[in-house]
């Protein structure tokens, strides 16, 4: 089982460009996440999907941050502006939808996308 | 707002030494609960979980936690550890309500053993 898949592992940007990062989940999976981690705020989650659909982006920063899950076994997460205060590792992670058949509780974590914004 | 404390934001200690890492959440209802391990510069991995039944739980590599409903705590423990269990620990709390069933996360601790 090849696990969640992350690309790219690092990116070095400059402010005001635009970053995509990819995911492709574990294949059998329909809860997908995507979390930022950062010394300051530790562990936080910008979104999640059920079945392809956005169920809690709550956690998205602001405008600049946009997340789309187009079939099962994809998703992206785009910042468009970037800004220095981006930089963080993104993780995506992938489970078995909460409550249902197959569910564990637990999250499946890709290696992570290392941003910096310059 | 339901939230998860985790008390040690850094522990220091020597191999073989025993580690107890507190965690405490605040929501009245059914929870599942985990412990998540990091090692340095890699993913977050499960170490373990407590759904139901018996509330002490034994994970991966010689830990466990105890889930003490009336503390709402799920600490972590390990008898003796090693030089290799130098991470960062995450403790999360599922909530089983709704339809939102997102994980809450501690801000993590962590640990350094020294040889």
């Known amino acids: 089982d090849a696990g969640v898949i992350q690309s790219p592992r690092h990116e070095v940007t400059e402010m005001g460009q635009e970053v995509t990062l990819r995911c492709k989940p574990i294949?059998?999976?329909?809860?997908l996440f995507w979390y930022r981690q950062t010394m300051m705020r530790g562990l936080e989650l910008l979104i999640y999907f059920n079945n392809n659909v956005p169920i809690d982006d709550s956690g998205m920063p602001e405008d600049r941050f946009s997340a789309k899950m187009p079939n099962a076994s994809f998703s992206t997460l785009k910042i468009q502006p970037s800004e220095p205060r981006d930089s963080a590792v993104y993780f995506c992670a992938s489970s078995f939808r909460p409550g249902l058949a197959g569910d564990t509780g637990e999250l499946f974590f890709g290696e992570g996308s290392r941003l910096t914004v310059l | 707002a339901q939230s998860v404390s985790q008390h040690n934001h850094h522990v220091i200690l020597s191999e073989a030494a025993s580690l107890e890492l507190g965690c405490n959440y605040s929501y009245g209802g059914t929870v599942n609960l985990f412990w998540y391990v990091q090692y340095p510069g890699q993913h977050l991995q499960l170490l373990l979980k407590y759904f139901s039944g018996d509330p002490l739980v034994k994970g991966i590599k010689g830990f466990e936690a105890e889930f003490i409903k009336s503390k709402f705590s799920f600490n972590l423990r390990k008898p003796s550890v090693q030089w290799s269990d130098t991470a960062e620990y995450f403790c999360a709390v599922r909530l089983n309500a709704g339809n939102n069933r997102k994980l809450i996360w501690g801000l993590g601790t962590s640990l350094a053993v020294n040889p």
């Open positions: 294949s059998g999976h329909n809860s």
